[in-house]
């Protein structure tokens, strides 16, 4: 059974950094590419972050390019998410999600999510 | 990044159909057959219902059903059931090597 389990949000304050992890069970983490997607409160889904099975292309939203570092370790069946500079409209439930083939990270769909960790940031 | 259109809200009564739009541009819906479609329950996970524009992965009902058309998806759910009641949400890959989602539509099984 495929699991996904983030870890690592919290209340911060603007400027801060935070790293979330994701760690994966259930199928073979380095032949599968993934994604971090978020959704604010009451709010839509949004893409944040995408990185392929081999950890060698990584893909950002405009909104976090230059701020949020995505990586994977594949001996740790671990993804994770450096987010620096937050910022208010950063806070939300940020989603582990994984894609159905290796590579492709930008066209192929989530077919597994995690349950989520949640990320606020304030002061 | 501008996210993709679709309605606020839809509603139908049980055993009819209803339709969600998901209007894009020729950089993003229009341009690729990249299109998915996902179901999120209050306060539960999103689950992927359509990927390809009009694939269904194994165990979705074939009561959904999706198509597009130039710059418009399209996801069809037919003989409404109460557990259908959900947002859903469109995706599509873009020319600019990022994924967009709609904003999402609220569906009521009145």
């Known amino acids: 059974e495929v699991q996904l389990l983030e870890s690592g949000g919290g209340l911060v304050q603007p400027g801060w950094s935070l790293r979330l992890s994701c760690v994966a069970s259930g199928f073979t983490f380095s032949s599968y590419a993934m994604s971090w997607v978020r959704q604010a409160p009451g709010k839509g889904l949004e893409w944040v972050s995408g990185i392929s099975g081999s950890g060698g292309g990584t893909y950002y939203a405009d909104s976090v390019k230059g701020r949020f570092t995505i990586s994977r370790d594949s001996s740790k069946n671990t993804l994770y998410l450096q987010m620096d500079s937050l910022r208010a409209e950063d806070t939300a439930m940020y989603y582990c999600a994984k894609v159905d083939r290796i590579s492709g990270v930008l066209i192929r769909p989530f077919d597994y999510w995690g349950q989520g960790t949640l990320v606020t940031v304030s002061s | ?110």
């Open chain 2, 1 to 110: 990044q501008s996210a993709l259109t679709q309605p606020a809200s839809v509603s139908g009564s049980p055993g009819q159909s209803i339709t969600i739009s998901c209007t894009g541009t020729s950089s993003d819906v229009g341009g690729y057959n990249y299109v998915s479609w996902y179901q999120q329950h209050p306060g539960k996970v999103p689950k992927l219902m359509i990927f390809d524009v009009s694939n269904r992965p194994s165990g979705i009902s074939d009561r959904f059903f999706a198509s597009k058309s130039g710059n418009t998806a399209s996801l069809t759910i037919s003989g409404l059931q109460a557990e259908d009641e959900a947002h859903y949400y469109c995706a599509s890959y873009t020319s600019t090597n990022t994924v967009t989602f709609g904003g999402g539509t609220k569906l009521t099984v009145l």
